[in-house]
């Protein structure tokens, strides 16, 4: 049965901190350590819980405007999920192109500013992206092969001025389950230990 926006209503209240301003980011048949590593990145430390990564992650943005990004990074079944408080390399084309081959990878992204990002990409090759607040447009090799799943998760494919904005990030969550197969709870993502490393931002490597 698909997942909806509903299963994920959640995250607000669990999460706010990272409602606030996320990426994360799914990537089949990896490891935390792989991911780090296929990042440029060495683990140098590790945390138990989403909203420890809070602290770690907004340093280098209070120091260095965000030079490094901090990831953390942990496995659910077959994936590694790399979460980032604040960050964004998750919607990169030169991180999430290179970081999908040989895979699939999915993330998701959210700022402050309620700027977002979906991504689904199959060995290289970018098969949709959208901003989940305006799903109507959308690009990519296959932009409308999901259509019908976007909208039983949630999200409002109509282009009027009466399309609903409510729970856009919620069905974000649910379409990328869709995708990978991997149901995230506040438990797990609770309970969860991340190993943690920092990527200098492409272009200062």
């Avoid at 590593?37 to 989403?50: D, F, I, P, S, W």
């Avoid at 039983?152 to 409510?166: I, N, P, R, T």
């Amino acid at each position: 049965m698909t997942a909806t926006a509903s299963d994920y209503t959640w995250f607000p209240d669990r999460f706010p901190g990272l409602m606030g301003a996320y990426c994360m980011t799914l990537v089949k048949g990896l490891t935390p350590a792989e991911l780090l590593n296929r990042l440029g990145a060495r683990e140098e430390c590790r945390v138990t819980g989403a909203e420890e990564l809070l602290e770690p992650a907004y340093q280098p943005w209070k120091e260095h405007h965000g030079d490094p990004l901090f990831v953390g990074v942990t496995a659910v079944g077959d994936w590694a999920l790399a979460v980032e408080p604040n960050g964004y390399l998750g919607t990169l084309d030169e991180v999430i192109v290179p970081l999908s081959k040989g895979t699939r990878l999915v993330s998701h992204f959210r700022n402050v500013n309620a700027v977002d990002h979906f991504f689904w990409l199959e060995d290289g090759d970018l098969r949709l992206h959208f901003e989940p607040l305006f799903p109507s447009g959308r690009d990519g090799s296959d932009p409308d092969g999901l259509l019908e799943v976007m909208r039983q998760v949630g999200f409002d494919l109509s282009e009027d001025d009466d399309a609903s904005y409510e729970l856009h990030t919620e069905a974000t969550f649910a379409l990328a389950e869709h995708l990978t197969g991997i149901r995230l709870t506040p438990e797990l993502l609770e309970a969860a230990t991340y190993a943690c490393g920092t990527v200098p931002p492409p272009g200062r490597r």
